[in-house]
Structures are given as C-alpha cells and as structure tokens.
C-alpha cells in the first residue's frame, strides 16, 4: 500500500506546484489526457533536451529529423498498421468491462502483464481460453465474450469536400516517418551506413486502457532512433545501445537499483524482430511493479523492405485510393537494388541496412524522473517533501531570495535575477519566511537557492544553499555564474 501512496502523493504533488494537469479539468476532465503546467513543461524539455544532447548532438554518426504527423495512408499499408495494428480485447459479461486478453490474470496469481502492443489480424482473433481468467475490476472468473480486435489508430479526414476526401491516421510512432525518409536523408547530408536518425514528437494510440496517471495515454511523446548497419554488424551494434541507453538513465541521476533489462521471449517478438529489450523501471504500481521505460530492438531490414514494397504498388493506390482493398505487391527479384537499399564505396557492396531502434517514452521517462526523485525527509522537526532532480532536468535551476522586503535588500536580488536568468532557468521570491521559500523549491526541485542579506550590502557576498547537503556557502556575486556552472555541471 505504500507504494500507492507514494504515486497518490507524486500526483497531489503535481498538481499543487504546478507539474502536470488533468486537461480540460474546468469541463471535468478528459480521461487519460494531461497538461504539463509551468514546471512540467520545464522537466519535460529538459528531458527532450538531455536525450537530443545526448544521442545527436554529442554523437557523430546520428542526425536528427522532425517529421509530420498527418502521413500518406500508404506509409501506413506498407508498414503493416493500416492492417494489423490491434489489440485483442474481451468484455465482462457480468460487468461489462473491456480489457486487453494479454493484461488478463489468472486465478489464484497470475503472469507478469506484458504492456506493449501485439499486431494481430483485424478481420479475425486467434481462440483464447479465458475460462480461468480473472476480471480485473469486478473479480469474475471465466465469464468473458469472445476476444475481438480493437483498432488503435486515430482516423481523421483531409479534404475540403467530398470529392477530395481522403481518410489518414494521427500516426501511432515516430518511426515510419524515419524509414519513409531514409533515401532523403542520404541524398541530402553526407552520411554513411552506420548511421542514425533521431526524432522526438507526439504520436497517438486509442488506447482500450490508459493506465497509472501519465504512464499511459493515448496522446504521448516518443524520442527514436532508427540506427542503420550492414547485416552481421547488428548485434554488435544492438548491443552497443542496450548500454548506451541504459547508462543515459544512469547518468541523469536514477537509482541503478530501480532499473533492470528484460528480454523479450521468442513468443513476445514481433515477426520482423530479431532481438528485443525492455529497459523497465520498477514504478511504484501495476501487477509487479516493474513496467516498461524504454525498448529496443533489432528489426532487421523489415521496415525499408516493407516500404519499398509499399512504394511498388502506389499505382494500385492511385486508382482505389483505399488502402484496406490494396494488396502490397512482392517484391522483385533485384530488391536488394531497390530506392532504400545502400551501396557501401568502400566494399563496393549493396544491401538494406538492418535497424536498431532504440525507442524511449518521453512521458514515461518525466514519470520515472519524478518517482526517482521524489523524497521525504525530516529538518530541524518539520518533515520536507524534496525532488531530487539531476541539475540539468531540474525545471528551476535556482531560486534567489532578499532576506527581507526592505533596506535594499530587493534591489540587489532582483539585480542578480537580472544577471542570471539569461544563463540558468531562475525564480525570484520575496514572499514569507525565508525557510519557506526554501521548502518551496526543495518541492520543485531547485538544486540551490541564493539568499541577499545584510552582508550582501558589505561585502558583496551571497549565500548559496544546496537542496541535497543542506551546506551553505558564501560567493561573491561577480562569481555566481561561474560557481552555479561548476555546481550545476552546466
């Protein structure tokens, strides 16, 4: 029960300094749709921030893209989700609740749900014996409807008329857009294979169940990489983002104890799939606790082979205009000569690149940042709610504080502000005791508060208090900027 209390008291948190929002709350909400307020838009583009620096702007073989989310409805006919992209769902008869038939326990105990999406065919679901299996919300055994596919893809409409008319998908990943430029990006820079392709942006699933605040939700953010290499390399290099990607985390300050691989068994992978990780975070809710933060997989050269398939059979497209009464047409003999294969000057050989995909929640890793931090400690006999954020994600970066509202003390606070919040997120406080000012910013985050004074106006020193240590230092003010640099590691 603790645990639950601990997610209860991040989400009371969140809404009380301002991190995330239920959206639409002042018309009562829309289910499983969040705003990130102030802070919370802060946190989550320093993470954006920390996951661009990292694997694009620090690496030499990675270059990054910003794709549309409204795509030609072929893009999503090659790539298999225009057909198959479902979940296998089932309704209690008794109360007429629907849930995924792979979250389904069974009683007594049960199996570790596996929270990722399964393709299966649309139009047909494969028998399932539900007669031992448990409703999760009213306690049931075995009184369940046949299982039946539940589409998860937005579907809007593009036209101004009827005549012009054309149905798309709000695309359910990042990734399509990557493949769907492979050949642009080639043709365009000056990389070769290997090399990756990075993207951040929103995605949409119409999720049968949401799920434990913003772990899951049916608009999200994903951050990808479709890294490509010759086959034969692609264990080498899948091993090589297995570590990266779980040292990422490591070094934004989570706990090493709260994180763990999980492989995919051979009846979990994809069809495509060759290999698959889950790097989980052990939250503190659902069956086991430990849920999915990020995974990444060696698809082989499924999604180029795919597009090329999908590229031969526009002409059928352009007649129908319907991608459900489309068939993608074989691929040729020569496909290995196709507009998405690679040809490697040095080798003087031609292949389709296989991929590495690395592909991280940028939500659920806000929610594993908060969970990670979010700390209760005891001072001076008053218990302190503190989130001890890694500098460079925390939403404020320092807080600056007159001791009091008078001899000057303002001017000389505010003129530090002015000097500093080009260089560093900053808030300016000047209301209640100081101690509370203090515990306002513990609460969201702040690294270091700096404190005007009497001796601010002598010297022209200022103290700076570390949220963790409790340690107060004097600093010069024509030192700051330095001093929070070396602090922050900024």
Not at 44 to 68: E, F, H, P, Y
Not at 223 to 244: M, R
Request: charged fraction near 30%; proline fraction near 3%.
């Amino acid at each position: 029960m603790a645990k639950l209390t601990k997610l209860d008291d991040i989400v009371a948190l969140c809404k009380r300094r301002g991190f995330i929002y239920q959206s639409s709350e002042i018309y009562g909400g829309l289910a499983s749709c969040y705003d990130y307020g102030p802070l919370g838009a802060e946190l989550k583009r320093n993470v954006r921030n920390a996951w661009w620096k990292t694997v694009v702007q620090m690496r030499d073989d990675i270059v990054g893209l910003d794709c549309s989310i409204l795509m030609h409805p072929m893009v999503w006919k090659a790539s298999g989700h225009a057909d198959k992209f479902a979940d296998l769902v089932t309704v209690c008869k008794k109360c007429s609740t629907r849930t995924r038939v792979d979250h389904l326990q069974e009683k007594p105990g049960g199996q570790q749900e596996h929270t990722e999406h399964v393709a299966i065919d649309a139009e047909e679901a494969k028998e399932h014996n539900l007669s031992k299996k448990v409703c999760p919300s009213c306690g049931t055994v075995g009184q369940f409807n046949k299982p039946m596919a539940f589409k998860l893809m937005f579907e809007t409409q593009m036209g101004a008329n009827v005549d012009d008319t054309m149905t798309l998908w709000l695309r359910p990943e990042t990734a399509q857009g990557i493949f769907a430029n492979f050949r642009n990006v080639l043709d365009s820079t000056r990389v070769k294979v290997p090399f990756g392709i990075a993207q951040i942006g929103k995605s949409f699933r119409n999720e049968v169940t949401t799920k434990a605040f913003i772990f899951r939700t049916r608009e999200f953010e994903q951050a990808e990489i479709e890294f490509f290499c010759k086959p034969g390399t692609d264990e080498e290099w899948y091993k090589h983002w297995k570590d990266f990607r779980f040292n990422w985390y490591l070094n934004l300050g989570m706990k090493k104890e709260n994180l763990r691989f999980r492989d995919h068994d051979k009846d979990e992978l994809a069809h495509y799939a060759k290999a698959c990780v889950d790097v989980e975070y052990k939250f503190p809710f659902g069956s086991g606790d430990w849920q999915e933060l990020e995974g990444i997989a060696n698809r082989q050269d499924f999604d180029l082979r795919q597009h090329q398939r999908g590229m031969r059979t526009m002409n059928a497209w352009y007649e129908t205009r319907d991608v459900t009464k489309l068939q993608l047409k074989d691929e040729a003999e020569d496909w290995i000569k196709g507009p998405l294969s690679y040809f490697d000057e040095e080798s003087k050989e031609r292949f389709v690149p296989y991929v590495i995909e690395p592909s991280a929640g940028i939500d659920r890793s806000c929610l594993a940042f908060l969970v990670d931090a979010y700390d209760e400690d005891e001072i001076n006999g008053e218990q302190r709610n503190v989130l001890r954020f890694h500098p460079s994600l925390a939403p404020i970066k320092t807080g600056i504080f007159p001791l009091v509202k008078k001899d000057g003390l303002p001017e000389i606070a505010r003129n530090i502000y002015d000097e500093l919040k080009g260089c560093f997120a900053c808030f300016y406080d000047e209301k209640g005791a100081v101690g509370r000012r203090y515990r306002r910013q513990d609460e969201a985050g702040t690294p270091c508060c700096i404190t005007v004074d009497g001796q601010s106006k002598e010297d022209q020193t200022v103290t700076v208090r570390d949220r963790d240590s409790l340690k107060q230092d004097r600093v010069n003010t024509a030192q700051l900027k330095n001093y929070l640099r070396d602090k922050l590691g900024l």
